[in-house]
Structures are given as C-alpha cells and as structure tokens.
C-alpha cells in the first residue's frame, strides 16, 4: 500500500470531512478517528500543527535527571536506546525473557558462568569486564 495513497484525497478537503474507506490503513483510521476525540485544541482553527496535536494526546512524565546523558546534540541513537532501556531495567536479557515465560537458558551468554541479567552483563560478566 503506497503511504500516500490518501494524499490526493486530503489536498483541498477538509479534515472533518474525510471518510473511512474499505483500504483505509490502520493508522489512516486512527487518525480519522481523533476527530472524535476533545484533545482541548480548535481544530478548526488553520494554524493547528501537528506538534499541537502531538502535545495534547501524548502522555507527558516529568524528565529523569539522567536524559541529558544519553539525549544529547551529538548522541548515537542505537547507543541512547540500550542506555536507556539499561537504565529502566528493560533490556531482553534472559532473566526478563524467562520472567515472561520464554523457554530461555538463563545462563550467561558471554561468559556462562552465572545468570544473565542486566547488572551481571554490564558490571560482573568476566568477558564485558576484559572488554
């Protein structure tokens, strides 16, 4: 399915008046579906943006004290990404990955000396520690 199959559609039209269609995607539907939604903005007034929109329906958390660590002008987004999911204890180490039910050795990968889990691979792991 092309991504712009609804652009011809939507130039000169109005976003209220846009319907649903058979081959709608998904995303298009959900889309269509905020209209419905009280997101507090006029979204008949012409100068709504999308960040407007994107500010009134995201759910907002106070900033941690270490985002200016791995979020920062020169970062590396795939390193930002395992800090980060480092940090939140979310990395799929075998110990989470087994916690859900997996069918999973839980011994380490690298060295497999002891169970995998996030503070071993980073701090106590024999190998990450040579490396």
Do not use: Y
């Not at 579906?33 to 929109?53: A, E, H, Q, W």
Request: charged share 25%; proline share 3%.
């Amino acid at each position: 399915m092309c991504p712009f199959e609804h652009l011809e559609i939507v130039l000169g039209s109005s976003f209220f008046q846009l319907r649903e269609t058979t081959t709608s995607s998904w995303l298009w539907r959900k889309l269509l579906r905020l209209r419905s939604v009280d997101l507090g903005l006029d979204l008949l007034c012409p100068t709504i943006s999308i960040i407007d929109i994107w500010d009134a329906i995201r759910f907002r958390k106070e900033r941690v004290l270490w985002h200016k660590l791995i979020w920062h002008a020169f970062h590396i987004p795939k390193h930002s990404i395992v800090v980060w999911m480092a940090i939140l204890n979310r990395l799929p180490t075998r110990d989470r990955l087994s916690s859900f039910g997996m069918q999973v050795e839980i011994g380490c990968v690298l060295c497999g000396r002891k169970q995998e889990t996030r503070d071993h691979i980073f701090f106590d792991c024999v190998f990450s520690r040579k490396v």
